[in-house]
């Protein structure tokens, strides 16, 4: 068994280090303490002292009652309590520890006092106001309940009835933990007293709040308006006789004790499956919620991604005033004269080319080129964002992450520069492969090497630009530069080696945009907040809860 409580402690620490929602980081938190605290500590030591704790909210008396059972002003007494404020625990000069106070002594959470008046049996604690304006000491009072073996839970005539004891008692119910009750400063009238105690008793049965031994009613005590003892600071002691002797009659009676050890131990190992089973629902929950999200983004980038590769392929993105600038410097006209007379007139043409003229454009095409296609690739990125963004706005878990980031409703605000960067460093290694080519072809090198940044130019825009699937006044200004740098490149290189180098350059160009676009979509992973790994962290939590039951 101790095994997997171990495993069971160590899931929900991972639980609670992934929940995307405040609420189920605390649930985890608070079981994971459940199990640390009181489990596992309760089952590897069923002797250990008893662990009783008084709870209530601020001002019930239950401080008054610390000291009362006591016999001793041991805890300070006050409706307006210090916010630094610990639990006290009482113990015998000597005695030992239950495993959660001395946790919670080291933590520096709790003060232990020894005092003669101590228990080697039963350690008692005045733990903090659950309805505490500080939000630490609420934390350790609920932290304290799920650690107790017995509750005592104190409230007065005018709040037994109110919202946030009730939750703390729903709470102790699942736990199963035993309890008994006090209510403080009841009239003086018999029958008014009588009708407060009859009414909480009623809650406490339709709440199905049991008392120390199973199928019994929860006890509870009754404490009149002003029966103090000044001199302690305590409750009267006559008054609460009938908690002394439960608490005394656990010290003395070893079996009883251990009954009720076992049988708060036995509650909470049964109650476990039911927190779990909730906890798993959740991750699967999530699990399924996750891959729905990210499948409307991949579906989204894929849609934009594919748009981008087809727009390469008809080189549509790139301006025409850019297309027919580059046509005009290298003479279409006559390249394609030459193509119907043969390669060796296409050859005379191209030296023609290359020879002593005007300036060449080259440069500027060239950075207009990857200018158009970083622009182009942008703004599909930022449509694929925005639909996302759209999508996720009507759904549980991803509404908070969009409207939250502002960033997520277009492209990431680097996608370009870091696109532009990539881009340029293809276009300089095309080039300098174009270097290499023209050394394997010794005839055509000279020709090349006489503008080198030419055909690099030309090579990128035979990258950017086929016929592929143009037709009509689309096809124009495109496609006639498709055919001009094509049969320029297979003039200079032979048409294998251009085929190669074109589909190698496209694939490697490719790979930059798959990769960019990837990272823009990932976005919206990171932004999500369900964790890849809860359809396996559920399952890990049920393998662990079938071992605990086997």
């Known amino acids: 068994m101790l095994p997997a409580l171990r495993e069971l402690s160590a899931l929900l620490g991972i639980r609670a280090a992934t929940a995307p929602r405040p609420e189920a980081v605390a649930e985890a938190e608070r079981l994971r303490g459940h199990v640390d605290e009181f489990v596992i500590p309760r089952a590897t030591d069923l002797d250990a002292p008893l662990l009783v704790v008084i709870l209530g909210s601020t001002g019930s008396g239950k401080s008054s009652l610390f000291n009362a059972l006591a016999g001793a002003p041991l805890s300070q007494v006050g409706v307006l309590r210090p916010t630094t404020r610990v639990a006290m625990a009482m113990a015998p000069p000597g005695g030992t520890l239950p495993d959660p106070v001395q946790r919670f002594q080291d933590e520096g959470v709790l003060e ?135 608490l005394e009659r656990l010290v003395d009676d070893d079996e009883k004790r251990r009954a009720l050890i076992r049988q708060s131990l036995e509650a909470a190992l049964a109650d476990l499956p039911r927190m779990i089973d909730g906890i798993v629902a959740e991750l699967e929950t999530e699990a399924g919620t996750r891959r729905e ?42 390249v394609a004269r030459a193509l119907s007379e043969g390669i060796g007139k296409l050859a005379a043409v191209i030296r023609s080319v290359f020879s002593p003229g005007p300036p060449a454009p080259a440069g500027e095409v ?69 270097m290499t080519m023209g050394e394997r072809r010794r005839e055509v090198a000279r020709a090349a090497s006489l503008g080198v940044n030419v055909v690099g130019t030309g090579a990128i825009l035979a990258v950017f630009a086929s016929t592929g699937g143009l037709t009509g006044a689309e096809a124009g200004i495109a496609a006639a530069t498709a055919v001009v740098n094509q049969a320029l490149l297979e003039a200079i290189f032979g048409e294998a080696n251009v085929a190669r180098f074109v589909t190698a350059a496209r694939e490697r160009l490719d790979g930059i945009m798959d990769e960019i676009v990837d990272d823009d979509r990932s976005r919206f992973e990171h932004a999500l907040g369900l964790s890849p790994e809860s359809e396996e962290l559920a399952q890990r939590l049920r393998t662990t809860m079938d071992r605990l039951q086997t």
């Not at 008692?124 to 000491?137: C, H, Q, R, T």
């Not at 008014?192 to 709040?209: F, Q």
């Open 293 to 334: 999200l990210l499948g409307m983004a991949t579906e989204a980038y894929t849609h934009h991604r594919t748009e981008i590769g087809s727009q390469i392929d008809k080189g549509t993105f790139l301006r025409t005033e850019i297309l027919r600038e580059w046509q005009e410097f290298v003479g279409a006209n006559r």
């Open 112 to 246: 232990v006092v020894r005092h003669q008046s101590g228990w080697n049996e039963v350690v008692l604690v005045d733990a903090p106001d659950f309805d505490s304006i500080e939000a630490d000491n609420r934390v350790l009072a609920r932290r304290l309940l799920e650690a107790a073996d017995l509750l005592i839970f104190v409230t007065t005539d005018t709040r037994y009835a109110d919202e946030v004891p009730w939750s703390i008692m729903a709470r102790a119910r699942q736990r199963g933990v035993p309890m008994l009750s006090v209510i403080n400063r009841l009239p003086d009238d018999v029958l008014d007293r009588e009708a407060v105690l009859d009414d909480y008793r009623r809650l406490l049965r339709e709440s199905g709040i049991g008392g120390l031994e199973p199928g019994e009613s929860t006890l509870v005590v009754g404490v009149a308006l002003g029966a103090v003892d000044s001199e302690i600071d305590a409750l009267d002691a006559d008054e609460i006789t009938p908690v002394r002797s439960v």
């Open 366 to 434: 060239r950075e207009a080129a990857l200018s158009d296609l970083t622009a182009m690739v942008v703004s599909h990125i930022d449509a694929a964002a925005a639909e996302t963004a759209a999508a996720w706005a009507r759904r549980p878990f991803a509404a908070d992450a969009v409207a939250g980031s502002a960033e997520l409703w277009g492209a990431s605000p680097d996608a370009g520069e870091r696109f532009e960067e990539k881009l340029q460093s293809w276009a300089t290694e095309l080039s300098a492969e174009i």
